[in-house]
């Protein structure tokens, strides 16, 4: 093959991907260094102009808001991935069984994942609301409280009813993607370690367990990913209160911009939260990789 049809071929490839490449620009690329740039400095969303700051927005926010939100952000990331994993996992394997129903469960159980978000916000809103909630109510009638508890307008109780609520949005993707790879196990390994004695167990720990070792990682890091930059469950449900008990980082950075109106220390706050993020990324990405060479 000739220098010039090489050369039109590389000049083809790169005009199919040059869209791509333009739209990945505008939408990613530009407000990704746009807000790394303002990071560096002093802007204000409603009076004009701004100032270098150098990195003294990135220690204001180190020195103020910095490791509360991370210590809440971390909390909500590791139970609404957790308990939802759990609850999936258990459901998934009773989903894999003869249960009598289970086509018609299957499909009960993606219920709360089809719901929107902020639909799915407002009703748990609801459910714990202090004067007329369905919990408060529940809960008074069978006598294990006597008076109405505030579960979003309390410090230790608000987190709680935060994770509940996005755990219940999230356990049926983890049970599709688990029962998806449960049904992957050959029978014939569950058979041959019958066979060879082996209880329910031990079949459980010995044989599913290997065989769904990547399907395991690929949803805790996809999940870890998600929860770890969600916004509209905390911010319908508590608006990062009471007192900043359920303040993550994506309603900082929204609160720190929109309210605060300092878009230099909310650039700030989003670098090193994305630099958090990309940890994540890369750990997912590696392992993707890994998994696909195995």
């Given at each position: 093959m000739s220098v010039g049809r090489r050369l039109s071929d590389r000049t083809f490839g790169f005009l199919l991907t040059l869209p791509a490449?333009?739209?990945?620009?505008?939408?990613?690329?530009?407000?990704?260094?746009?807000?790394?740039?303002?990071?560096?400095?002093?802007?204000?969303?409603?009076?004009?102009?701004?100032?270098?700051?150098?990195?003294?927005?990135?220690?204001?926010?180190?020195?103020?808001?910095?490791?509360?939100?991370?210590?809440?952000t971390l909390v909500f990331t590791v139970a609404s991935t957790l308990i939802p994993f759990?609850?999936?996992?258990?459901?998934?394997?009773?989903?894999?069984?003869?249960?009598?129903?289970?086509?018609?469960?299957?499909?009960?159980?993606?219920?709360?994942?089809i719901i929107p978000g902020v639909v799915v916000s407002f009703v748990w809103m609801w459910i714990f609301n202090a004067n007329y909630g369905v919990l408060n109510g529940l809960l008074v009638r069978l006598g294990l409280v006597d008076d109405p508890i505030s579960w979003l307008g309390q410090p230790g109780t608000a987190m709680l009813a935060v994770i509940v609520a996005k755990s219940w949005a999230s356990f049926p993707w983890m049970m599709v993607m688990l029962l998806a790879g449960l049904q992957t196990v050959p029978q014939t390994l569950h058979?041959?370690?019958?066979?060879?004695?082996?209880?329910?167990?031990?079949?459980?720990?010995?044989?599913?367990?290997?065989?769904?070792?990547?399907?395991?990682?690929?949803?805790?890091?996809?999940?870890?990913?998600?929860?770890?930059?969600?916004?509209?469950?905390?911010?319908v449900l508590t608006g990062g209160g009471p007192a900043g008990a359920t303040t993550t980082f994506a309603v900082s950075v929204y609160d720190t911009a929109f309210k605060g109106f300092d878009l230099g220390r909310a650039a700030a706050l989003g670098a090193l939260w994305m630099a958090l993020l990309s940890v994540l990324v890369v750990v997912y990405v590696w392992a993707a990789e890994r998994g696909e060479k195995s």
């Open positions: 490449l333009v739209l990945f620009s505008a939408i990613v690329l530009y407000p990704l260094v746009g807000s790394l740039t303002t990071s560096l400095f002093r802007q204000s969303l409603v009076l004009p102009g701004r100032s270098f700051a150098g990195l003294d927005n990135f220690r204001t926010v180190l020195a103020d808001q910095f490791w509360p939100v991370l210590q809440n759990a609850i999936g996992f258990a459901l998934a394997l009773a989903l894999h069984t003869r249960l009598p129903g289970r086509a018609v469960l299957r499909g009960l159980f993606l219920f709360p994942w058979e041959a370690a019958a066979l060879d004695g082996a209880g329910t167990l031990r079949r459980f720990w010995h044989v599913t367990l290997p065989h769904l070792r990547g399907i395991v990682g690929v949803v805790l890091l996809l999940e870890t990913i998600w929860n770890f930059q969600h916004f509209d469950t905390i911010y």
